[in-house]
């Protein structure tokens, strides 16, 4: 899925957004480098050119006018954003001081991140989980391929689908049988 116009816009969005800035490994299946996050080592995994327009920039966007409603330099980490039971999921620590550890997030079903510290007086983390929560949630009804609306469909991988690509992909399946 990781064609021209998905680095364009992977770059675009890097660009824009800093704290999706990665470091620019020279080859592409790279060994993993744990001075750097999952995301910032593997980018993002699974997801579509429809997805990083519909969901990741306009998530950043609330993420960022968030940090400064709050006249703050936006300084979230993130950890990795992947496509998991065709469900977008973008975990991420708020800042060095709260680093979250990605297994233990894994573990709980991707809740770890919601379960923040002090969420009650600290209304910044409750307003970025609430924007994230929202587009995770979003992702469910994005068709991947074209970004029409769409449902969890019940393929060998699950993604999330409206009905013309689920159809043609069904076609596509009968016609390998
Ligand atoms: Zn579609």
């Known amino acids: 899925m990781k064609d021209k116009e998905f680095q364009k816009i992977d770059a675009m969005l890097q660009e824009k957004y800093p704290i999706l800035k990665r470091p620019h490994f020279d080859e592409r299946y790279h060994k993993f480098n744990d ?47 992947k496509e998991k039971w065709a469900t977008l999921k973008f975990y991420y620590s708020l800042d060095e001081d709260h680093r979250q550890a990605i297994h233990g997030i894994d573990a709980i079903g991707g809740a770890g991140i919601r379960l923040y510290p002090n969420g009650e007086d600290d209304s910044l983390a409750n307003e970025i989980a609430a924007i994230v929560r929202k587009y ?16 969890i469909r019940p393929l060998r991988w699950r993604l999330t689908l409206c009905d013309d690509c689920y159809n043609k992909r069904l076609e596509q399946m009968n016609q390998k049988k």
């Open 35 to 81: 001075e750097y996050t999952i995301y910032q080592n593997w980018g993002f995994e699974g997801l579509s050119v429809v997805w990083l327009k519909q969901l990741i920039e306009p998530m950043m966007e609330e993420i960022y006018k968030c940090y400064e409603r709050h006249g703050e330099t936006p300084k979230l980490i993130v950890e990795q954003v």
């Open 136 to 151: 995770e949630s979003k992702s469910r009804e994005v068709c991947i391929y074209c970004g029409k609306k769409g449902e």
